[in-house]
């Protein structure tokens, strides 16, 4: 029973480089939210997707980043011409459902770092 | 709004001592409450969970109480391990749509 799933564990980008991070949820999960975590910091939380529709975005910032969960693969979390302040662990969690009694299981994480 | 207050740490115990990280929140309506632990160099792992006031989370010896009317979760564990040491994370979830977390607590164990 495989938990979430994501890639690459570890990414080294240069200022200006794209960044692609992959999550797959869990099996029988449609929602996916994506959480960043920046050094001695909790996880703040960015966006939430349903299987080809962003939910909720109100966490992401307005420029440079995107996401998407198409209806067949992982869900993409995309960072445009990086800067060294997105140097972080980027976390992505899975649910069943997206009500206040369900449980986010989260991945291991993906750690940018930007030269 | 929507917030959670941990701790501060770094908290260090010997093997065998009894361990509180206090939690408070604030929220709006009736959140459901959880305690994450993150060993290094992983995700975060769900420990316990409670969704509604006086109930009691528990897991693995540890355990954490919903309180409405302190609008606190203390994590508690009665004789912790260094298998333990770990980062604990309080997190809130007014409606399931997204997570608010604290700042997380570094907790050491020491033989």
């Known amino acids: 029973n495989a938990g979430v799933m994501q890639n690459p564990r570890h990414l080294v980008r240069r200022r200006g480089q794209e960044a692609r991070l992959r999550c797959s949820p869990m099996?029988?999960?449609?929602?996916v939210y994506w959480y960043r975590q920046l050094p001695e910091e909790g996880l703040k939380f960015m966006v939430y997707?349903?299987?080809?529709?962003?939910?909720?975005e109100s966490g992401m910032p307005k420029e440079r980043f995107s996401a998407e969960f198409p209806k067949e693969g992982p869900s993409i979390l995309r960072i445009q011409q990086v800067v060294r302040g997105d140097s972080a662990a980027y976390f992505c969690?899975?649910?069943?459902?997206?009500?206040?009694?369900?449980?986010?299981?989260f991945g291991p994480g993906t750690r940018l770092t930007v030269l | 709004g929507n917030s959670v207050t941990q701790m501060e740490g770094p908290v260090t115990l010997s093997e065998e001592a009894f361990l509180t990280i206090n939690c408070t929140y604030t929220?709006?309506?009736?959140?459901?409450l959880f305690w994450y632990v993150q060993y290094p160099g992983e995700g975060l792992q769900l420990l316990l969970k409670?969704?509604?006031?006086?109930d009691k989370g528990s897991n693995k010896g540890f355990e954490a109480t919903y309180r409405k009317e302190t609008t606190s979760f203390h994590l508690e564990k009665g004789s912790v391990q260094v298998s333990d040491s770990a980062v604990y994370f309080c997190?809130?979830?007014?409606?399931?749509?997204?997570?608010?977390f604290g700042t997380g607590t570094s907790l050491t164990v020491i033989p």
């Open positions: 099996k029988g999960h449609s929602h």
């Open positions: 969690a899975s649910s069943r459902a997206s009500g206040r009694m369900d449980t986010q299981y």
């Open positions: 997707l349903q299987k080809e529709n962003i939910i909720d």
């Open positions: 997190a809130l979830t007014p409606e399931g749509n997204q997570f608010y």
């Open positions: 409670a969704t509604k006031a006086d």
């Open positions: 929220a709006t309506g009736y959140p459901s």
